[in-house]
């Protein structure tokens, strides 16, 4: 029979990634796509405060930023667990991890405009409401414009700090490590380690900031899990497409099926992960029915049913089927198909995560909401508001209830940008770095 | 039904081991089978063995497991003994999720621990016949059929793949 371990010993794997012109011009077509797409949206929009344009910008920039913030803290976990078998394509998740400083621009472009008042994203972000709201005044110690720009300064940018030091420690350690001599290891170890808590404790906290204040009078304690859990299974299946890309275009001979095998598993048991946090916070609120944690679900199911229950099917039973077997796993066509089809449904995760939630306020804040008068009664009418809301957005709002096709170009352009600058930092460096401690150990990696 | 007659060798390492079963398919010699006090990757496809066909097993009992125990619920508190729990209809769906995803874990573990009990004939009170007690300790094992290689070709063989002892035994 076959042994796939010792094929790859022939081949010599190819150094140095080439960004080729012809990659280049269509990744930059994409580019143009999305932002074609995102002027039709602000020009098309006449609502006076660009709501569809400013919710495909946060939605696609807080997905992007996600995904590069787990791929480093995949790697860091990897990276303190002693982990070997990644080492082959860990460049690939550097690369990723490096688009934060990307991920930081964009985020600040909204983050300004939380702070100068450019958009109507955040319901808490309204004086006003403020004002006559007692569940929004008594959140706005945290929900307030000064802690989401120096949140997101801040957070972000420490991020982005300790993976560029990483992977300038593992440029180092290619160039100037021996096999005996481990001392810049140790070093990236500390960092690892250093990255593990603080982007666990503080991406919770942007994720509040970020995604679910959009539904600023309801909160979950497991959002942060949940959409974790969401950016991880797509950063898995953008690492397994640009595997399956890299191995199609003649690089990484040696990364085997056995890596594309585990990198499929851990699409596979991640998707059960964020069904399992999906389930979690959806039945402790549907078994409890308290009326300020049940706007958030009763709004969704009711008035957003197509992706409300498509999400589980295309997210949970999908995956779950078809990547339970072995060999699907190890079959490139399967697998590369189940990763687009799995990356699309955590973005419309997303998607149902944020846009009823701005639409909602978009309502309330152009006073159709009577959000208003309910907010000035205080905590105990607080729901009444979604209710009220949820009459109004029951008729199909374009780009709002289903994604159109201006959603999904927008998304196209930040794909587009995403993987342009992720090529870029993978041809700055060799593709592999011989030097690393656990590189033979990758290379012997064996399911 | 005449007693075989085994003659192995053990080896002290499982990459020795790995390196051996090689090089007797190289040379075609027909290993009757290796010992291993636990699983070496790479074994498998070196030996030509199947894929279990145990995992199929458990599917079917895990969905054996989803279906007693949501249509279990269902036909309790629809049809048999309805009774209302904190509001909720009698069909509640999501309260019977997590304990359909217990039995589905339960059927499937207990049913395929049984299945492989009885098809690789263990169990309590079953007394088998082993090598060496040294093989589910610290030795890796290759064992020939005294019928398919002679003693001298055995013996040639594992005084070349770098065995550390050599044995026979008839079971």
């Given amino acids: ?447 | 039904m005449a007693a075989t007659r085994l003659v192995y060798g053990l080896y002290n390492d499982e990459e020795i081991l790995l390196e051996a079963v090689k090089s007797a398919n190289k040379e075609h010699i027909e290993i009757y089978d290796v010992y291993t006090p636990f699983p070496v990757h790479g074994l498998d496809p070196l030996l030509g063995l199947a894929e279990s066909r145990l995992h199929y097993a458990g599917f079917i009992y895990g969905m054996l497991g989803t279906l007693t125990a949501f249509l279990g619920m269902t036909w309790i508190f629809t049809k048999d003994w309805p009774i209302i729990f904190g509001g909720k209809p009698y069909w509640a769906v999501p309260s019977f999720i997590p304990i359909t995803f217990e039995l589905t874990v339960l059927f499937a573990s207990i049913g395929m621990v049984v299945t492989f009990y009885i098809i690789n004939g263990l169990g309590p009170g079953v007394v088998n016949t082993y090598l060496d007690d040294r093989i589910t300790d610290d030795k890796f094992c290759i064992a020939f059929d005294s019928h398919d290689v002679s003693d001298s070709d055995a013996e040639a063989f594992f005084r070349s793949t770098g065995a550390s002892e050599v044995h026979e035994k008839e079971l």
Avoid at chain 1, 246 to 252: F, I, L, P, T
Avoid at chain 1, 327 to 339: D, E, L, N, P
Wanted: proline share 2%.
């Fill in chain 1, 1 to 447: 029979m076959d042994h796939s371990t010792d094929t790859h010993t022939l081949i010599a794997p190819v150094k140095q990634f080439d960004f080729t012109g012809k990659m280049k011009v269509t990744l930059i077509v994409g580019m143009v796509i999305g932002i074609l797409c995102l002027a039709l949206t602000w020009f098309g929009d006449h609502d006076g405060h660009q709501t569809r344009f400013w919710s495909n910008f946060l939605h696609n920039s807080v997905f992007f930023t996600g995904i590069a913030m787990l791929a480093g803290f995949f790697m860091c976990a990897s990276i303190t667990a002693w982990a070997g078998w990644y080492t082959t394509f860990k460049r690939l998740w550097e690369s990723m991890s490096l688009f934060l400083i990307v991920g930081l621009v964009l985020m600040l472009v909204v983050a300004l405009g939380v702070y100068f008042g450019w958009h109507q994203l955040y319901h808490w972000n309204d004086a006003h409401s403020v004002d006559t709201d007692r569940i929004l005044a008594g959140k706005s110690g945290f929900l307030n414009k000064g802690w989401y720009l120096g949140g997101t300064v801040l957070f972000v940018g420490v991020w982005y700090i300790i993976l560029n030091r990483i992977r300038a420690l593992s440029i180092k350690e290619e160039k100037e490590g021996s096999h005996t001599d481990f001392s810049i290891h140790q070093k990236i170890r500390v960092w690892a380690v250093a990255y593990l808590p603080i982007a666990g404790f503080t991406s919770a906290a942007l994720v509040w900031l970020w995604v679910m204040s959009v539904d600023a009078h309801w909160y979950s304690t497991l959002f942060a899990w949940y959409t974790g859990a969401s950016w991880f299974v797509s950063m898995m299946c953008i690492t397994m497409l640009m595997i399956l890309y890299m191995r199609s275009k003649g690089y990484y001979s040696n990364v085997t099926d056995e890596h594309v095998h585990d990198v499929g598993k851990l699409i596979f048991a991640f998707s059960i992960f964020w069904t399992y946090l999906w389930f979690s916070q959806f039945m402790l609120i549907w078994y409890a029915n308290v009326g300020e944690e049940t706007g958030y679900f009763l709004h969704r199911m009711e008035n957003y049913p197509v992706l409300f229950y498509g999400n589980l099917a295309v997210n949970f039973v999908l995956p779950f089927l078809v990547l339970m077997r072995n060999s699907t796993k190890r079959k490139a066509g399967i697998v590369g198909f189940i990763s687009i089809v799995v990356l699309v449904g955590h973005w419309l995760d997303f998607f149902l995560m944020i846009k009823p939630g701005v639409l909602h306020t978009a309502h309330e804040l152009s006073g159709h909401g009577h959000g208003h008068e309910t907010g000035s009664h205080g905590a105990e009418h607080g729901h009444e508001a979604v209710g009220h809301a949820a009459e109004h957005v029951s008729t199909f709002v374009s780009g709002f209830t289903l994604p159109g096709f201006l959603e999904l170009g927008t998304f196209i352009g930040f794909l587009c940008l995403f993987l342009f600058f992720v090529f870029t930092s993978l041809s700055r460096a060799s593709l592999q770095s011989e030097n690393d401690p656990y590189y033979f150990e990758s290379l012997q990696h064996h399911t």
